[in-house]
């Protein structure tokens, strides 16, 4: 159990709530979320199975197969799927514009991007790339809360981003904290872990750190 010296020597003591606001997340896990058209073993894209319907920024996934391949959701973008040709602005909104020319949203597609962090062996979380990518045309699925605290026990996932170059690292840990404390119950004991976790990560860079920490609980 947390003492009250570990958290006063927590770098999340000073900013730490009484309790952390957070969305929760209404999607039924079961329920696929994309399908994957591109795929590799650091990361994969998925189409999102409805127009802007792709999971969040930061949300954990998994794609099925034997071993289920494990990723964070660092980037979604939608574009039209008419090569050379992007969407006009029409001046309208999107309700005006579905009465009037519906065609427009058929040839609009979402996608997300996701850094792969591990895979699942039974029930057991593998912090490790996986030996094969996920398999193209792939469901994505998002992860159960349990899945999610599988992969969050440990501070693993949190040094797979920041080594991470071409995606926004400070941003994507603040979402992912953000998510993973809700799977976490929201315990102050956790936030405390990732802390001092994070800490030890950016030991040599103070002001990133508490920039990081301030917005994760804020």
């Given at each position: ?107 609009l ?19 490790i ?22 992969f ?23 979402a ?22 994070l800490?030890?990560l ?17």
């Amino acid at each position: 159990m947390e003492t009250i010296k570990e958290r006063e020597r927590s770098p999340l003591s000073r900013f730490l709530p009484e309790s952390l606001p957070l969305p929760s997340d209404a999607e039924d896990e079961r329920t696929h979320v994309g399908e994957v058209v591109e795929s590799s073993t650091t990361e994969l894209i998925a189409q999102a199975r409805e127009l802007h319907g792709a999971p969040s920024f930061g949300q954990f996934i998994r794609v099925e197969a034997a071993m289920p391949v494990v990723g964070i959701v660092f980037n979604v973008f939608t574009h039209s799927i008419e090569p050379n040709r992007r969407p006009t602005a029409y001046g309208k909104t999107e309700e005006e514009l579905r009465l009037e020319q519906p065609q427009i949203f058929e040839l609009l597609r979402t996608e997300f991007q996701a850094l792969v962090i591990g895979y699942l062996d039974g029930d057991e979380a593998v912090q490790i790339l996986p030996p094969q990518p996920a398999h193209i045309h792939s469901f994505a699925y998002l992860c159960s809360d349990e899945q999610v605290r599988a992969f969050t026990r440990s501070d693993d996932y949190l040094r797979s981003i920041l080594n991470t170059s071409k995606i926004p690292t400070d941003e994507l840990v603040i979402a992912v904290l953000r998510h993973t404390v809700r799977a976490h119950a929201h315990a102050p004991s956790y936030l405390v872990q990732m802390g001092k976790e994070l800490s030890r990560l950016l030991s040599d860079d103070y002001d990133r750190l508490s920039s990081i920490i301030r917005r994760v609980v804020n």
